[in-house]
């Protein structure tokens, strides 16, 4: 069934915002334009990018009335502990919230139940507090493609490139990244490693993440 047109649950959860732990609620969303936007977890590799992207607009937001939220089902103390370690998340001047009881991503039917974590979502909120746009990213294999597709965007010299795909204990996914990056713009070489012990500790079981070189100032490394 479509979420367009749904009404936001009524919530009220911690968040992290300017430097404190404070509540939001539905009432505070409504009666201006909101944009949700939902991320697996804190402490990972991409989602910082994502979430430094919304910094660096965030005054645009505002300037036409708008407030953005950023939602993973961390606690608001690990919020504010990525907000403390990272420079790009200390960019943040939007609220951080916690749903850590996944109340928001069921609401928002972007959590997945067997990992405990919130998909990748997008929702932009009417001052009614009705959803009137959605933009989902569902699925391993479409993160896979997406990422494929994020290469051919922001490589400019393919012939040249050189790529590394690494992964924690996810080969058939890794390798299925190849085939992807062979098929329209194949990179010189590509290279494929498993993340040593320390490091998969950290990101993960499933971790994967695409690094390439290139001409281009804003190209960051990416995972999923």
């Known amino acids: 069934m479509s979420m367009i047109n749904k009404e936001v649950s009524d919530f009220k959860v911690y968040a992290f915002h300017e430097n404190d732990f404070k509540f939001i609620s539905k009432e505070e969303i409504l009666g201006k334009w909101s944009v949700f936007f939902f991320y697996p977890a804190d402490f990972t590799f991409v989602c910082p990018t994502e979430l430094e992207d919304l910094a660096d607009k965030y005054e645009d937001f505002r300037s036409v009335g708008c407030e953005v939220y950023a939602v993973s089902t961390d606690t608001h103390f690990v919020h504010k502990a ?51 746009a959605i933009a989902k990213l569902r699925g391993r294999k479409r993160s896979i493609e997406e990422l494929a597709e994020r290469y051919e ?72």
């Not at 039917?109 to 979502?121: K, N, Q, T």
């Not at 204990?169 to 990179?187: F, H, I, T, W």
Request: with cysteine.
């Open 153 to 224: 965007q922001l490589v400019e010299d393919h012939e040249n490139a050189l790529v590394c795909i690494a992964h924690a204990g996810c080969r058939q996914d890794a390798e299925y990244l190849v085939s992807l990056l062979n098929q329209n713009k194949p990179p010189r070489e590509i290279l494929l490693v498993d993340y040593e012990p320390v490091t998969g500790s950290h990101v993960g079981p499933g971790a994967l993440a695409l690094f390439f070189n290139s001409k281009r100032d804003d190209v960051r490394e990416m995972d999923k």
């Open 82 to 132: 990525w907000h403390d370690t990272s420079d790009r998340i200390k960019k943040i001047n939007y609220p951080m919230l916690a749903d850590p009881t996944h109340a928001l991503s069921r609401d928002f039917e972007v959590l997945i139940e067997s990992d405990g974590l919130a998909e990748r979502g997008t929702f932009i909120i009417n001052p009614e507090g009705k959803i009137v």
